[in-house]
């Protein structure tokens, strides 16, 4: 699952993605569910503390794509120097840089995954 981020000034919140030998793309934040996860949603705010340092308030489901769940909310804070996780202490995993995109910028940008880029840029842009 992952969450499609509005923050306070109206941005997409996203995580650019640079890797070694590839060009730099961006992901929405989330990931799988684990145990002790009550439900998607408690399993993507859990995702979002870990990859975001930040609490956010999901509001409603957005896209179901391929068995992956795309959630719309928001959020107000984070903290990159808060994030838990292995990947963010292996160099070879390239960067995980937080970024705000405004949604009118989305077009400019390597989203992924595209279809759903797709549908934010014409649900979110008009």
Request: proline share 8%; glycine share 12%; aromatic share 6%.
């Amino acid at each position: 699952m992952r969450a499609i981020l509005r923050t306070p000034g109206g941005h997409l919140l996203t995580i650019k993605r640079v890797r070694p030998g590839r060009a730099p793309y961006w992901v929405l934040p989330g990931g799988g569910v684990e145990p002790g996860d009550g439900s998607l949603e408690e399993a993507l705010l859990r995702e979002v503390r870990e990859e975001l340092g930040g609490a956010a308030v999901i509001d409603s489901l957005f896209h179901v794509a391929d068995r992956e769940h795309f959630y719309l909310g928001r959020i107000h804070a984070w903290d990159p120097t808060l994030r838990t996780g292995p990947e963010f202490a292996d160099p070879a995993r390239g960067e995980y840089l937080v970024e705000e995109i405004p949604v009118s910028r989305l077009a400019e940008i390597d989203l992924k995954p595209e279809a759903v880029a797709r549908l934010l840029a014409a649900r979110l842009i008009g």
